[in-house]
Structure formats: structure tokens, C-alpha cells
């Protein structure tokens, strides 16, 4: 489809610029403006403080080659010390370069050896291992708040121990399906109770839960389900019929089961670190 240029600009919020960010290079030479025959001509510092551009980068070379840097920047959308350590990531860059000047790019570092020692230390703090698994936090959590509430939405509220008895009975359903340790169940439902006490039900029976969001595309809720291997679909009813079939993966709703009969109690587990908590499918931004 085609779209006026301008259009696209507005879209992207882009106030009518082409670009935002400017590198400009010039040699700063006056010898031939002072050999203009009857004229007497010298430079006259002057510095506008508009930003004419998001961000700026001036370099201007002397006839000695020395080089003297500016930048200017808009003062909403960076703060004096992002442009101060702007300026010094480049002179390490301009430092690497003159040093070397047959670098790769991808081997030259923004930051020096001090800086690097810094951020590596930094970066290096011990992490304690969990000393308790998701299933034992949850069952903690129940024991502190059994009469809290633990869910409000518009019409009603569940109780922590409510909430986690109607998760059991439905871990307890899925277990004498197959779902253990590190079995993927699929789960789409729209943000209800029903969707909270599926994926509780799926950590409680040790399983891997992968959400699925009923607003994607049908091509794209297909390849998740291929992809992921799941065998088993939490879903609800009014859903269902949206939803693409899926070769091998038996769908299930959430509000037509009738679990009164199956135990309130946390099933047993033996778990460890290493099984698979769940599979998220996300887009380049978020990883």
C-alpha cells in the first residue's frame, strides 16, 4: 500500500525532519578569505543555542589538522551528563582509531580499559541460587494469607485459599492428563480469573506454560502452537471457535470443565532448578 511521504512522517512523530541526528565535517581554512585583495577579513565566534536537530555532532579541522568537536542537542530529550559521556566515548573511539588505524570497527571499544575494569566489577556481584521453586513460594504464600483476598475484578473477588483450591483441582486434571515436569501447555484466555487459575494449575502440576494472546493473528497463534509443542490448549469457550486447530494439540475450556471431585490439595512434585517453568514468544523489542 502506498502512503504520502508526509503521512509517514506524522506517523512517526518525526515533525516534518527527513532525520534527527547530524554528523557534519568541515575544514576551517580562513588563508584564502584573508588574500581577498582590499578586504581586511577575520572570523567572529558566534554559537547559536537552538538545536536545530535532535542531536548534533560539529567537527571542524584547522589547517593544522587539529579538530575541535560541539555538539548540540535538544535539551528535552538528553540531559548534559548523556552528551558528556557521549563526547568521551568518541575521543576513545578517535584515540583506538589514530592508534590503529586498520581496526575493525566492530573491534574498536567505547570504553577505556579503566571504564571496563569498572563495569565488569560492577557486574560481577555473587547471585544466591533460589533456596525454594515457584510451586513452594505459591504454597508459602497460601499458608500466610489463607483468608486474604488474592483477586478483585468488576462483579466479584477470590480468596487466596479459594483461588488456590480451584488451581489444585485443575493441576490435579491436568497431571492425570500427562502434564509434569517440563510438558509445554498452552494456555490462551482473555485477563479473567479463569486465565490466573490456568496458569497456576499448569506451575502447580509442573508443567511449562506458554501464553498465548487471543488478539494475535490466527497465523500467528498457529506457529506458536506448532512450534512450541504443546499437546495440550487452555482456552475458553467463547474463544474456541477463533482459535486455530492445531495438529496433535487437544483444546480445553476452562469454564465448561467440572473439577468439584478432584483433590483441593497441591499435588506432589519432585522438581528441580533446571525444569522448564515456561516458554514465552516474544517480539525482537522484548528480547
Known amino acids: 500500500q502506498d502512503l504520502p511521504f508526509d503521512q509517514v512522517l506524522a506517523a512517526c512523530g518525526q515533525g516534518g525532519q527527513l532525520f534527527q541526528v547530524l554528523f557534519n565535517h568541515q575544514q576551517r581554512d580562513l588563508s584564502a578569505l584573508r588574500r581577498l585583495p582590499g578586504l581586511l577579513a577575520d572570523e567572529l565566534p558566534w554559537h547559536s543555542r537552538e538545536a536545530k536537530f535532535d542531536l548534533q555532532l560539529q567537527s571542524e579541522e584547522d589547517a593544522r589538522g587539529r579538530l575541535t568537536l560541539n555538539f548540540d542537542y535538544a535539551a528535552d530529550l538528553f540531559d548534559e551528563a548523556s552528551i558528556r559521556r557521549f563526547a568521551a566515548q568518541y575521543l576513545e573511539l578517535l584515540r583506538q582509531v589514530a592508534e590503529d588505524p586498520q581496526r575493525c570497527l566492530g573491534d574498536i571499544a567505547l570504553v577505556d580499559a579503566e571504564q571496563a575494569a569498572h563495569l565488569a566489577e560492577w557486574g560481577s556481584a555473587p547471585c544466591e541460587p533460589a533456596r525454594a521453586l515457584l510451586p513452594e513460594l505459591l504454597e508459602r504464600q497460601l499458608a500466610q494469607s489463607a483468608e486474604r483476598v488474592a483477586l478483585e475484578w468488576d462483579g466479584g473477588s477470590l480468596g487466596y485459599a479459594e483461588l488456590h483450591a480451584r ?12 502434564v509434569g515436569p517440563d510438558v509445554r501447555v ?19 502440576a509442573g508443567g511449562a506454560y506458554v501464553p498465548l494472546d487471543p488478539d494475535y493473528p490466527s497465523e500467528r497463534l498457529a506457529y506458536m502452537l506448532a512450534d512450541s509443542g504443546v499437546e495440550l490448549l487452555l482456552t475458553q469457550a467463547h474463544l474456541f471457535e477463533r482459535l486455530p486447530g492445531a495438529e496433535g494439540v487437544t483444546p480445553i475450556c476452562l469454564d465448561s470443565l467440572k473439577l468439584d471431585n478432584w483433590p483441593s490439595q497441591a499435588p506432589g512434585l519432585h522438581l528441580h532448578g533446571d525444569n522448564l517453568a515456561y516458554v514465552i514468544y516474544t517480539s525482537g523489542s522484548t528480547g
Open 167 to 178: 488451581a489444585n483441582r485443575l493441576a490435579h486434571y491436568l497431571r492425570d492428563k500427562g
Open 186 to 204: 498452552a494456555i490462551c484466555a482473555e485477563r479473567s480469573p479463569q486465565l490466573l487459575v490456568g496458569l497456576l494449575a499448569i506451575v502447580k
